[in-house]
């Protein structure tokens, strides 16, 4: 198989590659099409490499599983990957963003103490044994991911925070965010919020 020296430093390099392409992709395609389609190729990938991880392991298949792996790292760095980076800062209300950002870092944190868990277990030889056949796991994973993300991620490109709140404020299909045009500052998009004081002096005086 591919040199684990090597190897390491290719992945580093092709995920470096993949991270800077996606800065000129993301203005041009959009995040939901980038990462619609980025789970699609890594799905493909996932099955071709958990397929070659069935029959007996040959130097050829080695080979093949490392290019493959290669290739999904790339294709993982240029699309869902930094995307993801992207709309954690853009899709969540202006007034929730911070609690959102903390929230998602949290469960990217504990998620990858999961996966740092299992990982090991099903590629080694002496535990699980699964081999290649452990890309079926994360292929299933990443196929639930691809079905959420086709009905549920909306595509922020070229809308504003506002824009988005209403869309959001009005429950517009998240396929049709990018067709849907919206003016957040007509009065009938817009929620006014008495004031507090006023709203105290209001209680005192039995309204």
């Not at 990957?81 to 504990?110: D, H, M, Q």
């Not at 277990?121 to 890309?135: L, S, V």
Request: aromatic share 14%; glycine share 10%; proline share 5%.
């Amino acid at each position: 198989g591919i040199n684990a020296e090597y190897g390491g430093v290719g992945q580093s390099a092709m995920g470096f590659m993949g991270t800077v392409l996606s800065w000129f992709l993301m203005p041009h395609f959009g995040r939901r099409t980038l990462y619609i389609w980025g789970q699609i190729v890594m799905f493909v990938i996932l099955m071709i490499i958990g397929g070659l991880g069935v029959p007996a392991l040959s130097n050829s298949t080695a080979w093949a599983s490392g290019a493959l792996i290669l290739i999904l790292t790339f294709v993982y760095d240029f699309t869902v990957g930094p995307v993801c980076y992207s709309l954690v800062a853009e899709l969540p209300s202006t007034r929730l963003r911070i609690k959102t950002v903390v929230l998602s870092r949290n469960v990217y944190n504990i998620m990858g103490i999961i996966i740092g868990t299992l990982q090991p277990r099903m590629m080694n030889p002496t535990a699980w044994g699964w081999r290649g056949k452990t890309c079926f796991f994360w292929g299933g994973l990443n196929l639930l991911g691809l079905i959420w993300t086709y009905f549920r991620l909306p595509e922020p490109k070229g809308l504003t925070y506002a824009e988005l709140d209403v869309l959001f404020e009005n429950k517009v299909s998240a396929r049709k965010f990018k067709s849907v045009k919206v003016d957040p500052y007509r009065s009938d998009n817009l929620v006014i919020v008495p004031d507090q004081d006023s709203h105290d002096a209001s209680e005192k005086k039995g309204y």
